[in-house]
């Protein structure tokens, strides 16, 4: 009988490609030909084993049809690091070890290090196959991820890079003095400095270098002509560690990719200086925390406010504009009250995060980069975390500085044409005054007292998909009704909305069912296809006891919100919930609480399936 499939192969052979290893292995064993042809679509992806246990298994679906599989595998990832110990790792390893030279069409190895050092013993015992030269995979990438190598990797890598002769790309961090005397030496180990080309990836993740380290590392710069990814973790006390290592690395022209931490003067003055055509920059001005897990300030805090403009990032950079697509800056301060100017296009900018920052002056990123697509912003504010009380003389100030924003964009006529993302806090947004349309809004928490501001910023985005992160608990009343923003223009074009919503065990007077009606009526006349809730009763003071503990007592009587949410019928809700929206394609809603009770209602391609289970039983 015939097993070749009666559907295009083509297709099936899709299905493999996106399917779960365990149902692409499911799905081979239903016919030869699948069994046959299937494991060279599966074996075309990237591999990933993330424990010694997986390695056995992998190793007898490669074996099978005499061993022809290996041929197929073209990248493999091995992650250890969170993987429970096992009983023999060491054999497995060593299994793994001697498969290598089977694996003949191997191009990339990624191998992600971890505390017991299972990573390193797999890399000795590749090092022993060094009979194995002329028959070893022919490597073209070896990726060593963080938490990086051990010293006793370094010292075995030597042997691997020599048996990897088609190696071109070698990705890998560096987290102390020792490890980079080791990397220099692994590196000198051919004659023609070939292997320093085979550079593309340097995390450099040490405090500082001594004299002699830092010498060296400036003379090896020069011959990483194809170092396209660098990270600094802690960069100022490391380019002061030489005076000719910013300058190293402010010549070299291959790096697309700098991320740098700790960043101070030495930093930015490399930056103004870069050869290289920058593509992705991510700086953190915060200083690296000391042993007791407190920070230094920041670089903007030891400066004059008078001296920020100098560091702005449309001026900063200037010298990449033509290939800047993302910037991600970390306590980088602007002043609100002074623009840089004349200010830089910047065509390819994409992506721009600031976390930490100072109040917005919006329109120079709107002059500066006409493309953005997405707009991450956090400021650094009291006014922008839940907790903390709202400042209510610093309201004014809030809305002065959202009027402006909005008033230099309507004066200019521009703004972005349109954002496809933003995230970041309600204040963040409310100040920003953006009067361009966002397509995906995704909001931090926000003090009930800064619910009036939901109003006015959805009116401008008309979010198509929406997502506020532990809304409040305390949604309407006298504070303001959050989903009034849902009823006219600013909920016309919704088409998916997710609510997290915390409800502290404090907070007595809530009542969920009084809120998802309110909810309900708001979403009525949307046109909204999904629909995601999820509502968790938690405890309002951490120092309490564990939430769980504290719930299992039977000794402990309801709380007044807890007993309306106890009563509340969720799935007679859930279904007059579709009934009022049939536009609705996917929906879950779920209720954790109070009291170990949990409840589920779903709907998915027009089935329903509710679920209530309750741990243990409610006090009487």
Known sequence: MDSRPLLNADVLFQVIAVSSLQDAARFIRTSRFFYSEGPKILLRRSIALTSPTEISPFLTFLSAQDRIRFQFLRSLHLDFSSALPSNNPSSSLSQLADAFPLMTHLRSLSLVFDKGHVMSTLVSSISSLREYTTTFPPLRSLQLLEPGPSDECFRTLAPVLLIASNLDSFQLSVQSQGQLF????LLNVQPDRRLFTTIRSLSLLMPTLNTQASSDLVSALPYMTNLSSLQLTNSEELLGCHPGLAVAFAALTSIRELRMGAVGELGLNMLKSFKSLLVHVSLNFLRSFEEDETYEEGFFEQLDENQWPQYHPLKLLSRVAP???????????????????????YPNMRKLSLRNASFPRVMPYIRAYPNLTSLVYHM??????????????AIGHYGSQRRLNESEQTSAGLTWERLETFE???????ILGLTCRIDCLVLDPFHPDLTY???PV???????????????GQLCGARGDAFAAFRGAGGSRLESLTIKAEVPDGNGYLDVAASLEELLLSLSHSTLREFNLTIKFVASNPRQPDQSQLHRSTNVPLRFAERLAEKFDLETYTRRFLHALPTVQHLHIALSGPRGRFRDAVMENGEFDFTDIRTYSLPR
């Open 424 to 430: 970041g806090g309600l204040l963040d947004l409310y």
């Open 453 to 455: 501001q939901f109003l």
């Open 380 to 393: 650094d504010d009291p006014g922008c975390t839940v907790d903390h009380p709202v400042d209510f003389d």
């Open 458 to 472: 959805m009116l401008l985005a008309c979010p198509r998909r929406l997502t506020l992160n532990d809304l409040p």
């Open 182 to 185: 080791r990397l220099l030496a």
């Open 323 to 345: 290939t800047l697509e993302e910037l991600d800056g970390h306590h980088w301060y602007t002043a609100a009250d002074t623009t840089p100017d004349p200010v830089s296009v």
